[in-house]
């Protein structure tokens, strides 16, 4: 599956809105994969991302061919670092964590990670990923050694996610982290939507449906869900 960037461009032009469900492989136990594909193939998902901060599972190639096999949806890496490259994916999010100043995850990982990806097909999008504070210490935060962007000076974010885009990035991500408390502000999601051009990401701390709905109106592209579809595998039929 290629020329999935296009399709994200041509969705953002016709404001169709997207949803991406993302799998820990840390979090998923192999028996009961199928079970889980089912109950993606029966929401409203237009995309899987798989990836964590950490993974220490050795299930990655595995997991991505299961799903594949049983689903139609692009899959896309999320990856935390270059161990989490599968060639088995369409796609791959190359982060840099531009709201941090640690430079293993500005550009450290991506230089390692070069050789791994020359070996794959996989379509690479190059993805300004921007933590926001949201009322807990996230895995992101640990993992990276980086403190949030405070949710309060939107401003700032606003000016981050610019910097991201004129230094060339295809997506920026606003992210709350795992299990996050809060959300990504309302207003910021709209504030960073109205002064880029290129397709924003929003996730984490969404818990319902109408959490999503919310973030689309304010100016989101795509959605991510993850530790809520997680918690309930049928988040999306029994949220109103």
């Not at 004129?166 to 910021?188: D, F, H, R, T, W």
């Not at 984490?204 to 595998?233: H, P």
Request: proline share 4%; glycine share 8%.
């Amino acid at each position: 599956m290629k020329n999935l960037y296009s399709q994200i461009l041509q969705s953002k032009l016709e404001n169709e809105k997207l949803l991406a469900i993302l799998l820990d492989p840390d979090k998923i136990n192999l028996k009961n994969v199928e079970t889980l594909i089912e109950k993606i193939n029966q929401s409203p998902a237009t995309h899987i991302f798989i990836g964590g901060s950490l993974v220490e599972s050795n299930i990655l190639d595995e997991l991505i061919i299961k799903v594949k096999q049983n689903c139609n949806l692009p899959v896309v890496l999320f990856p935390g670092n270059p161990s989490q490259i599968s060639g088995q994916a369409d796609g791959i999010l190359f982060l840099s964590l531009i709201s941090g100043r640690n430079p293993d995850f500005l550009i450290e990982h991506q230089v390692q990670a070069v050789p791994i990806l020359k070996k794959t097909q996989l379509e690479i999008i190059s993805t300004g990923y921007i933590l926001i504070e949201s009322g807990t210490k996230t895995a992101v935060e640990r993992v990276s050694k980086t403190k949030p962007l405070d949710r309060n000076n939107i401003e700032y974010v606003v000016q981050t996610a610019q910097a991201g885009e004129l230094l060339g990035n295809k997506l920026i991500y606003l992210e709350a982290g795992s299990g996050a408390k809060q959300a990504v502000p309302l207003e910021m999601i709209q504030k960073v939507a109205q002064n880029i051009k290129i397709p924003l990401l929003v996730g984490g701390g969404i818990v319902d449906l109408l959490g999503i709905q919310k973030a689309y109106d304010s100016g989101a592209d795509l959605v991510v869900i993850g530790t809520a579809f997680e918690n309930n595998i049928d988040f999306f039929n029994s949220n109103a």
